[in-house]
């Protein structure tokens, strides 16, 4: 069982509020990610990071930021929310050898703007 | 780009019965393939993986077979029961970024 946490599972805003979705892992793993899951259930990767102060963007262009200051932890912002930013948001992360390909998911952040 | 094709998008079964989901990659560097399981509400589970130095894996009734020449490979699910309805997701991998598909909708009949 992974232990990757994410909060809130579900948040309602309106329009133009600035938000921050929280992640943590306590597996130590270097590796963490961001997806966006659209209604059609496709996962596209936003942001990922390599270890600490590292972040990168993902193949799906996003207007969050990220950021990566301690290992266990890589929250999610978005400066001005937008009825488009509804979507789930699904944070992985993954370790550096051993299994370092598996990436372990937590359970979701469902997001609404109104 | 890479992608990753998985069929079919819907799958309704008698509980009971097998269920086969496929998926074709287009990277042939691609070297990890796992399989997520997503229910209503949830974050997707790992349930099966498989290396492309193996042919073919099996956990319970889960298995899962891979293909490189042909580059697919299938998740089969045997003797299925109503709390395998959910959504199936496969992905390619060769670093550490996956290539998701785009997810079977899997429903077990009582």
């Known amino acids: 069982e992974a232990d990757i946490y994410q909060t809130p599972r579900y948040l309602v805003i309106g329009t133009g509020k600035k938000i921050t979705l929280e992640c943590s892992q306590t597996?130590?793993?270097?590796?963490m990610y961001w997806y966006q899951q659209d209604p059609g259930m496709e996962l596209h990767l936003i942001h990922y990071?390599?270890?600490?102060?590292?972040?990168e963007k993902g193949d799906l262009s996003s207007e969050s930021t990220v950021s990566r200051i301690r290992t266990e932890h890589f929250p999610l912002t978005l400066e001005s929310a937008r009825p488009s930013h509804t979507s789930q948001y699904l944070c992985?992360?993954?370790?550096?050898?051993?299994?370092?390909?598996?990436?372990?998911f937590g359970p979701g952040t469902r997001l609404t703007v109104l | 780009g890479e992608n990753v094709e998985q069929h079919p998008s819907t799958l309704s079964v008698q509980e009971g019965d097998s269920a086969v989901i496929k998926c074709t990659y287009s990277?042939?560097?691609?070297?990890?393939f796992p399989w997520y399981k997503q229910e209503l509400g949830k974050g997707p589970q790992l349930i099966i993986d498989?290396?492309?130095?193996?042919g073919e894996k099996k956990d319970q009734r889960i298995a899962v077979t891979l293909n490189k020449t042909a580059k697919h490979f299938s998740l089969h699910i045997t003797e299925t029961q109503p709390e395998d309805s959910a959504v199936y997701f496969c992905?390619?991998?060769?670093?550490?970024?996956?290539?998701f598909g785009t997810g079977t909708r899997l429903k077990v009949l009582a």
């Open positions: 992985a992360s993954s370790e550096y050898g051993g299994r370092g390909d598996t990436q372990y």
């Open positions: 597996m130590g793993h270097d590796k």
């Open positions: 990071s390599y270890g600490v102060n590292s972040t």
């Open positions: 990277d042939s560097a691609s070297n990890y």
């Open positions: 498989i290396r492309s130095n193996v």
């Open positions: 992905a390619a991998s060769r670093t550490y970024k996956y290539i």
